[in-house]
């Protein structure tokens, strides 16, 4: 528990949220199935360049994907502009990912399971790696994450507490891949010090 008011905390450029440091998470996909997938009103937010791997990886994964989401790739593309302005995944009804597949009754994301099976080597958006974090872009080179909230993932956050598991050591390597080993590093050792000084 944390016994005084942690503030925003400065890593390399990056500003860190303190729920990084202080919530608790482990996706359990035994059940939630990977909701997350399928809930929301927008995509996952991808860049330019990662709309690029996505298109090359279309071949690989397309037998994966529903006939719903091929038709929509068709007519609109991998991603479109939220209204927000933000480039996202392409969305079926509103809401499916078009790179959601089923493994029984288990949404799981087509490219990364093409990734995993050594089909591919674009693993899938970054943000979907990082979630439950995620991150804002300011401008001079400033990046500030945060903890996104959401009631559907109570399953991991009860997960992560039993097995005492903070949130930036459950996304150790979706950080390194974003951030760098360097960066993850400094994290630890800013991690360290306050639990050092009793704050987390």
């Given at each position: ?67 719903s989401a ?26 499916d990912c078009?790179?959601?597949c089923y ?98």
């Amino acid at each position: 528990m944390v016994k005084q008011q942690l503030h925003i905390l400065q890593v390399g450029n990056v500003l860190v949220s303190p729920d990084i440091f202080t919530e608790y998470f482990c996706c359990d996909l035994d059940v939630c199935r990977g909701i997350c997938c399928v809930e929301g009103d927008a995509g996952a937010p991808v860049e330019l360049d990662e709309i690029a791997e996505i298109e090359n990886c279309l071949d690989v994964v397309w037998g994966d994907l529903s006939a719903s989401a091929q038709s929509l790739i068709d007519r609109q593309g991998v991603a479109y502009a939220d209204r927000d302005g933000e480039l996202v995944t392409s969305i079926v009804n509103g809401k499916d990912c078009v790179f959601t597949c089923y493994s029984g009754a288990t949404c799981l994301c087509a490219l990364e399971r093409a990734c995993r099976q050594g089909k591919s080597r674009f693993m899938k958006p970054v943000s979907c790696s990082l979630y439950p974090i995620r991150e804002k872009k300011f401008p001079g080179g400033i990046s500030g994450i945060n903890y996104h909230k959401w009631q559907i993932c109570e399953s991991a956050r009860i997960k992560g507490r039993e097995l005492g598991l903070p949130l930036y050591k459950f996304l150790r390597e979706p950080l390194i891949r974003r951030f760098g080993a360097e960066w993850y590093q400094e994290l630890l050792e800013i991690a360290d010090e306050l639990r050092a000084q009793g704050l987390i």
